[in-house]
T-cell receptor
Framework: GENVEQHPSTLSVQEGDSAVIKCTYS??????FPWYKQELGKRPQLIID?????GEKKDQRIAVTLNKTAKHFSLHITETQPEDSAVYFC??????????FGAGTTVTVRA | DGGITQSPKYLFRKEGQNVTLSCEQN?????MYWYRQDPGQGLRLIYY???????QKGDIAEGYSVSREKKESFPLTVTSAQKNPTAFYLC??????????????FGEGSRLTVL
């Protein structure tokens, strides 16, 4: 089955700096890669996703890149703000509607 | 108010007892999922269902069972065979797109503690 690894497990950044989270996946058939954000005490919510036929996608301060050859994808957050502090999860789906998540990255934005 | 509702929010169980967690959605989503969330391990898939009367095992199905008799309901039973059941359980639902699941909408979760 699909195995998704996520790094780092924790990330502390100064407000205004960029944050990068990286994930690798094992199943070359995976075709869909969403990112979810879980704020403290709240449910996870989708923030951005990318399909395998696209290399990069951007939405305001967040962007996701995908390297199918290397089987890895990354989340980039620019100009970080305190409200970006949360746990971020990457995930991958190989088309059978089974969505496998990474272990999560706890991001702390320091004021 | 549309959404996905889990109950109970907190549940305590004695060892050896089965317990059922409820998950109901009124979003008219075809797919429903159960995940277990443990610190440092992310979200691990227990079971998922794309359509009524059908479901598939996820990565950690042992010791759990589900049913999908109605589109809006996907209850999870944690059986006494589950060796380490104390955890936070999240239910989710999504539409079914041609090549991948749609956005997952999560419930607020159920925290199960085995005494």
């Amino acid at each position: 089955g699909e195995n998704v690894e996520q790094h780092p497990s924790t990330l502390s950044v100064q407000e205004g700096d960029s944050a990068v989270i990286k994930c690798t996946y094992s199943d070359s058939a995976s075709n869909y890669f969403p990112w979810y954000k879980q704020e403290l005490g709240k449910r996870p919510q989708l923030i951005i996703d990318i399909r395998s036929n696209v290399g990069e996608k951007k939405d305001q301060r967040i962007a996701v890149t995908l390297n199918k050859t290397a089987k890895h994808f990354s989340l980039h957050i620019t100009e970080t703000q305190p409200e970006d502090s949360a746990v971020y999860f990457c995930a991958a789906s190989n088309g059978d509607y089974k969505l496998s998540f990474g272990a999560g990255t706890t991001v702390t934005v320091r004021a | 108010d549309g959404g996905i509702t889990q109950s109970p929010k907190y549940l305590f169980r004695k060892e050896g007892q089965n317990v059922t967690l409820s998950c109901e959605q009124n979003l008219n989503h075809d797919a429903m999922y159960w995940y277990r969330q443990d610190p440092g391990q992310g979200l691990r898939l227990i079971y998922y269902s794309q359509i009524v009367n059908d479901f598939q095992k996820g990565d950690i199905a042992e010791g759990y069972s589900v049913s999908r008799e109605k589109k809006e309901s996907f209850p999870l039973t944690v059986t006494s065979a589950q060796k380490n059941p104390t955890a936070f359980y999240l239910c989710a639902s999504s539409i079914v797109l041609p090549a991948h699941p749609g956005e997952l909408f999560f419930g607020e979760g159920s925290r199960l503690t085995v005494l």
